[in-house]
């Protein structure tokens, strides 16, 4: 069974510019998480959306943005890109049971901001 | 306070050692607790669930403490690819589907 993928694996954009990264869930799941891991920090939770809703989002400006397709796809973009916007982007997906709900994540897009 | 804090290490240990881990979480609302494994520059791997009655999977241990808030994976039998840094995680019931990530404690195994 495929994993969780995502594009583009790396991505360079310029301060100011507009980054848009994509994600596509494990088959079968209906919630995409966007995480972000700036360089010697934690994993910070970024947004929620599950059957085409945002459900919850994370302490982060609203130039943080993203939505979910009918197919469960998902895309964060950023708007107005800040150098400390450089990061590990990672993507998780899940399903809803009602228990743990594990989250399996993707192999992330690293996006350095010059 | 961070809400999940873990000992950052490293912890060196040799080959066929046993080493533990802590982490403790702040918000007694938490419900959800898992380990994760990261590999240098890789995305987080599910390592084992946590259940209340603790569990074990091969040669890894978790166990959960509610009233004290803590949570500990235990690693027999160390092998050279045990080498990563162990990510403690808890979703509370009242943040949705939010996981919060401790900073990690890396570990490696030497020859």
């Known amino acids: 069974e495929a994993g969780v993928t995502q594009s583009p694996t790396h991505l360079i954009k310029t301060r100011g510019q507009q980054a848009t990264l994509r994600c596509s869930p494990i088959s079968g799941h209906t919630s995409v998480y966007w995480y972000q891991q700036a360089l010697g920090l934690g994993l910070q939770f970024l947004l929620w959306y599950d059957e085409g809703e945002e459900r919850n989002r994370g302490n982060f400006p609203p130039r943080f943005s993203g939505r979910q397709f009918p197919n469960y796809s998902s895309e964060l973009n950023v708007n107005a890109l800040e150098l400390e916007d450089s990061a590990l982007y990672l993507c998780?997906?899940?399903?809803?049971?009602?228990?743990?709900?594990?989250?399996?994540f993707g192999p992330g897009t690293r996006l350095t901001v010059l | 306070r961070k809400e999940v804090e873990q000992d950052p290490g490293p912890f060196n240990v040799p080959e066929g050692a046993t080493v533990a881990f802590n982490c403790t979480y702040s918000n007694s609302a938490s419900q959800s607790f898992f380990w994760y494994r990261q590999d240098c520059r890789k995305e987080p791997k599910l390592l084992m669930s946590v259940y209340s009655s603790g569990n074990e999977d091969g040669r890894f241990t978790a166990q959960l403490n509610r009233a004290s808030q803590y949570i500990s994976l235990l690693i027999r039998d160390s092998k050279l690819s045990d080498s990563a840094t162990y990510l403690c995680v808890v979703r509370a019931q009242n943040a949705g589907n939010m996981l919060t990530f401790g900073g990690g404690t890396r570990l490696m195994v030497k020859p």
């Open positions: 998780a997906s899940s399903l809803l049971t009602g228990g743990y709900n594990e989250q399996f």
